[in-house]
């Protein structure tokens, strides 16, 4: 199996910055997509931003333009760098990732979530 941990979630003020990081381990084989999604009270989980293998990137429209995605292939890393942050962002946050483990069976993995919390 593999797992995801999560770190860098935290309370910021409107215009404020934050970094999250996703980690995998276990029985890797290949990574093909990581990704972090979010989920506001009361409203349903959303793809904020995605990445590839190869780094091909893709991201919701609301956080385009601030937002960062990027990931470190070696350390099996995914990174959120969260600028220019609104009340509107706050959510807990997932990191999924999509691949294949060591024993070439496909995984599909979510973590346990961050919270992100902007005060206005």
């Known amino acids: 199996q593999v797992q995801l941990v999560e770190s860098g979630g935290g309370l910021v003020q409107a215009g404020g910055s934050l970094r999250l990081s996703c980690s995998a381990s276990?029985?890797?084989?290949?990574?093909?997509?990581m990704a972090w999604h979010r989920q506001a009270p009361g409203k349903q989980r959303e793809l904020v931003a995605g990445?590839?293998?190869?780094?091909?990137?893709n991201y919701a429209d609301s956080v385009k333009g601030r937002f960062t995605i990027s990931r470190d292939n070696l350390k099996n890393t995914v990174y959120l760098q969260m600028n220019s942050l609104e009340p509107e962002d706050t959510a807990v946050y997932y990191c999924n990732s999509v691949g294949l483990t060591s024993t070439r069976r496909p995984f599909d993995s979510w973590g346990q979530g961050t919270q992100v919390t902007v005060s206005s």
């Open positions: 276990g029985s890797i084989g290949r990574i093909n997509v």
């Open positions: 990445i590839t293998n190869g780094r091909t990137t």
